[in-house]
Every structure is written in C-alpha cells, then in structure tokens.
C-alpha cells in the first residue's frame, strides 16, 4: 500500500477515533479520549506538500461522512455550510496556519489538529 494511500485511510480512520474538540459544532461537552493515531502535528510537518494534501481531504471527507458514524447531520452541516466547494490547497493553508500559530500542539494527534482548525477558520469569518 503507498504512504498516500495509508495517509488517507489513516486520516479518515483518525477522525471516527478522535471527537476531543467537537463542541466547536455544537456538541455538549462529554469527557473524551484523544487517541495516539498515526500523525502528530511534528509527523504532518514533515511531509512533502503532496502528503499533506492527501492526508487533509482524507480527513476532510472523513468529516463530511461522519454521520454514518453517528455523528449528528447539524454538526456536519455546520462545516458544510462554513466551508463549501473549498479546495485542497485552501484546506492544508487553513491547517499549516493553525499549526504554525500553535506551536505547543504540534505533538498532538494530527486528526485533532485538523478538527481543531478548520472550525477556527470558519468562526473567524
């Protein structure tokens, strides 16, 4: 299997594990567990811009089917609405600037990151 493809399954498997930030759409907070997953911010940072776009819309496509998880469809409509028809390039930009504005998180799980970002670029509007 090729690392982008690995990247993309381990993306979308990351984003069913990881729900620590989902208050940002509308959840009641409820303790959560952050899994280890297979990226760290440190790990993404590495990659060639290639892999850093495959791995983001893996993720990203893994949000917008969360509701076959159990996610409920407002939360996902939420990002939805925030962030319709935005390309990949504009993805990853939204995600490199969360991580280069925080710095103390680059070891967090990379599924974290990304759900951690993409919210903020939508509030911020």
Same mark, same amino acid.
């Given at each position: $299997?090729?690392?982008? =493809?690995?990247? *993309?399954? +381990? ?5 069913? /594990? /990881?729900?620590? @930030?989902?208050?940002? #759409? ?7 567990? $952050?899994?280890?997953? #297979?990226?760290?911010?440190? %790990?993404?940072?590495? &990659? ?9 819309? +893996?993720? !990203?496509?893994? #949000?917008?089917?969360?509701?076959? !998880?159990?996610? @409920? ?8 609405? /925030? &962030? ?6 504009? &993805? =990853? ?9 925080? @710095? %103390?998180? *680059? +070891? !967090? ?5 990304? !759900? ?5 670029? /939508? *509030?911020?509007?």
């Amino acid at each position: $299997m090729r690392v982008l =493809e690995k990247l *993309w399954i +381990g993306g979308l498997l990351l984003l069913i /594990c /990881c729900a620590a @930030p989902r208050q940002a #759409f509308g959840y009641q907070q409820h303790p959560a567990v $952050m899994r280890t997953g #297979f990226l760290t911010g440190n %790990d993404y940072r590495k &990659l060639p811009y290639s892999e850093k776009i495959s791995y983001i819309s +893996g993720v !990203f496509d893994g #949000f917008t089917n969360a509701t076959l !998880f159990g996610a @409920p469809d407002s939360s996902i409509q939420t990002l939805m609405n /925030c &962030l319709p028809h935005v390309p990949q390039d504009q &993805l =990853e930009a939204m995600v490199s600037k969360y991580l280069s504005e925080n @710095p %103390d998180k *680059w +070891g !967090f799980p990379m599924s974290y990151l990304v !759900f951690a970002a993409l919210p903020k670029a /939508c *509030w911020s509007k």
